[in-house]
């Protein structure tokens, strides 16, 4: 990976687009498809001690000031046993996720092509999104709208090349090799084991993924539930323990949601981070809830949402500048799924 993989799989999903046949095209046995997905959020916080570093995690670092999420666009094609994705943001969302870069790279979320000589095993080159954490980048796919600490301080996304193997029935495994964590190429940095595998019952409402990262200096075990009890009632569990040079942070969180109609819904999470051994720098274990409704009108959602969280120690301020271990927040979004 001396050159970054990205470039390849920009230039392959480039290939497929002015070479494969047009969707419409039905005579060819060659499967071939298109699909865009495109979307739109911003939102306004308030914290209650008008500080916006009273804010820890992901996406959300403002305070009484509205800001614009994220403008994503999104294109998979699919020509045959080949596939690309080509994933593009633009705001201060997308910017975070690929923190290490700069300029132009900073807008690709994910670039990658694929390649399945079977039903049964498909090979991946490039940049893609995590396979750790429960929560995701894109909001429209979170029922909170805010991030948990496990999400924020665990990697955001993968640059390498990865297997994907169907086991038979509901279970599969993942396999591959990537640049060190959050890196379009680390050049002579050590490269990175990622594996997953994943299980379900036969109709779904259980299923469970056991994720790993590992690497110099760094490994990280998580186990993920999610679990369907009634057509209106969900939970999911995500815990997940990572070491950093010898020390250790984890986070355990569970997600209850509750639709009361096809219009209108309620999340609860609750997330117990710690980071006593300061691994991350943090030096305290904070214990998180985060209540949010979703809102919905067709392709709109709104997410009113508030937070409190709770440090054994003292890592956020009180209006009055003064060290405090709890911290609240309000906070508005809106999203706009095309």
Not at 97 to 112: E, P, R
Not at 287 to 315: C, G
Not at 322 to 333: E, M, P
Request: hydrophobic share 40%; charged share 15%; aromatic share 14%.
């Amino acid at each position: 990976m001396k050159k970054s993989i990205l470039s390849l799989s920009l230039i392959l999903v480039a290939f497929l687009g002015v070479n494969a046949q047009n969707d419409s095209t039905k005579s060819s046995a060659v499967a071939n498809s298109t699909t865009f997905t495109t979307y739109v959020d911003g939102y306004y916080r308030a914290d209650f001690a008008g500080l916006k570093d009273n804010n820890k995690t992901s996406f959300t670092n403002s305070t009484n000031a509205f800001q614009l999420g994220m403008a994503s666009f999104k294109v998979d094609k699919t020509y045959g046993k080949l596939a690309a994705t080509l994933d593009l943001g633009f705001g201060k969302r997308a910017e975070e996720f690929s923190y290490n870069d700069k300029g132009l790279a900073t807008v690709v979320k994910q670039g990658y092509v694929s390649f399945a000589p079977t039903s049964n095993i498909k090979f991946t080159v490039g940049k893609w999104a995590t396979h750790i954490g429960y929560e995701l980048l894109d909001a429209y796919s979170n029922r909170n709208y805010s991030m948990s600490y496990g999400f924020s301080y665990g990697p955001f996304f993968h640059t390498g090349v990865r297997a994907d193997i169907g086991l038979g029935g509901k279970s599969a495994m993942m396999i591959g090799v990537a640049e060190p964590t959050d890196f379009i190429n680390a050049k002579v940095e050590p490269k990175m084991i990622i594996a997953q595998f994943s299980t379900a019952t036969s109709d779904d409402k259980l299923k469970a993924f056991l994720n790993y990262q590992g690497g110099k200096d760094k490994t990280q075990f998580e186990v993920i539930l999610n679990t369907v009890i009634t057509n209106e009632f969900g939970f999911n569990y995500d815990g997940s323990i990572c070491s950093l040079m010898g020390t250790n942070w984890s986070s355990n969180a569970v997600y209850f949601n509750y639709d009361l109609s096809p219009k209108f819904g309620l999340a609860v999470r609750s997330e117990y981070f710690n980071d006593s051994e300061s691994a991350l720098g943090l030096g305290t274990s904070v214990f998180q809830n985060t209540l949010s409704a979703n809102l919905k009108f067709n392709k709109f959602t709104i997410i009113p949402e508030i937070r409190f969280d709770d440090a054994t120690n003292s890592p956020f301020l009180t209006k009055a500048q003064a060290a405090t271990g709890t911290a609240g927040s309000f906070l508005i979004a809106a999203v706009y799924k095309f």
